[in-house]
């Protein structure tokens, strides 16, 4: 799960007691050593299934590290933008694209995704986003899938990874829940909250959602390989 040189149990600890910017801040530098980041086999392929269509600029939000930014540009023909509300993160980000495949102009911006800039309306052929999605709280979804869809350009692309909701007889139903129970006695008892949880925009339920905010949405099912296989491939297009 980390790889050597990740961050200790107390690392962790800390960045859970934290605000979420601040304890994102805290954990950059060891952010790519945890399991939490979204592992390259599926950022490749995400990121080849969305070049199948041309893309000229592209927006990646709570673009972290910089991970999926990596694989995306060499399929960007203009540029890329990636926003991130860590300072922290977008500094490793930085230093992790420096000298990356693709030609395309790099803009690295510190910046809220539930309120993005006014320059950003109408900009991006693509928006992605990988791994951030139990940050946005229940009831900032929508203002969320609003905001990426006048992000876009007429008939422009929201992608993103999700799955299924695990089952009872599944592990991974009691770890989640286990863990979003947690967080919410947590966020109950201090202040400021560091808001994460699991099995959130998870398919088909965001489908719902996605129609709603004004898209038109298809998945592609077996694309990634073994041991990501459950993974869902979403595509939601802009539309009018």
Request: charged letters at 25%; glycine letters at 10%.
């Amino acid at each position: 799960m980390f790889r050597p040189g990740g961050p200790t149990f107390l690392e962790l600890l800390d960045q859970a007691m934290s605000e979420t910017t601040e304890g994102y801040d805290k954990l950059a530098p060891k952010f790519d050593r945890t399991p939490f980041r979204t592992p390259d086999a599926m950022l490749v392929e995400m990121a080849r299934k969305a070049s199948e269509k041309p893309i000229f600029s592209a927006l990646d939000l709570c673009c972290g590290t910089g991970a999926a930014m990596l694989h995306l540009r060499p399929y960007c023909a203009t540029r890329i933008v990636g926003l991130d509300l860590s300072a922290g993160m977008l500094d490793v980000a930085r230093k992790t694209l420096e000298g990356s495949g693709g030609t395309a102009p790099i803009d690295l911006v510190q910046g809220d995704a539930l309120d993005l800039p006014p320059s950003f309306e109408g900009a991006f052929d693509l928006v992605t986003s990988t791994g951030a999605f139990g940050h946005i709280e229940v009831r900032d979804e929508h203002r969320f899938l609003v905001g990426i869809r006048r992000a876009l350009k007429e008939g422009g692309r929201f992608v993103f990874v999700t799955a299924k909701p695990p089952g009872p007889f599944d592990a991974w139903f009691w770890l989640a829940h286990g863990f979003n129970a947690a967080m919410h006695v947590r966020n109950a008892v201090r202040s400021p909250k560091f808001v994460m949880y699991y099995l959130t925009f998870m398919w088909p339920g965001v489908k719902r959602r996605l129609e709603g905010a004004g898209f038109t949405v298809t998945a592609r099912h077996g694309l990634f390989p073994a041991p990501y296989s459950r993974y869902v491939y979403v595509e939601a297009t802009r539309r009018e």
